[in-house]
């Protein structure tokens, strides 16, 4: 069974710095050349909305709102999905997760999957000034 469990989550100032983690049980990510994956974020009273969305080649694409400060790296090795995340600011509190589609098929409107199979539990950024 996949599971995907996320860690890094905390309290940082304005300005500093986090990376989650997203390490995946149940498969492995080389395995699979067909995976894609994606990092969202959820703000109390907010809509959940795409980070970072990595395709099946590995091209990754940000949401502007964090172009430029977050980067998402896979590591095959360690089976894990990082979010790095630098010069962080109030507005990226948030819960934040990670998913997975292993055989992924973008929507031609969209540019992502249609539905992710497998969702992280997530993990609380809180970001102060």
């Known amino acids: 069974q996949v599971q995907l469990v996320e860690s890094g989550g905390g309290s940082a100032q304005a300005g500093r710095s986090l990376r989650l983690s997203c390490a995946a049980s149940?498969?492995?990510?080389?395995?699979?050349?067909?995976?894609?994956m994606g990092w969202f974020r959820q703000a109390p009273g907010k809509e959940r909305e795409e980070v970072a969305f990595?395709?099946?080649?590995?091209?990754?694409t940000y949401a502007d709102s964090v172009k430029g400060r977050f980067t998402a790296t896979k590591d095959n090795a360690r089976n894990t999905l990082y979010l790095q995340m630098n010069s962080l600011k109030p507005e990226d509190t948030a819960t934040y997760f990670c998913?997975?589609?292993?055989?992924?098929?973008?929507?031609?409107?969209?540019?992502?999957?249609?539905?992710?199979?497998?969702w992280g539990q997530g993990t609380q950024v809180t970001v102060s000034s």
């Open positions: 990595i395709d099946r080649d590995g091209s990754t």
């Open positions: 149940g498969y492995t990510f080389g395995s699979y050349w067909s995976t894609c």
């Open positions: 998913a997975a589609e292993l055989y992924c098929a973008l929507a031609p409107r969209t540019g992502r999957p249609m539905t992710y199979s497998y």
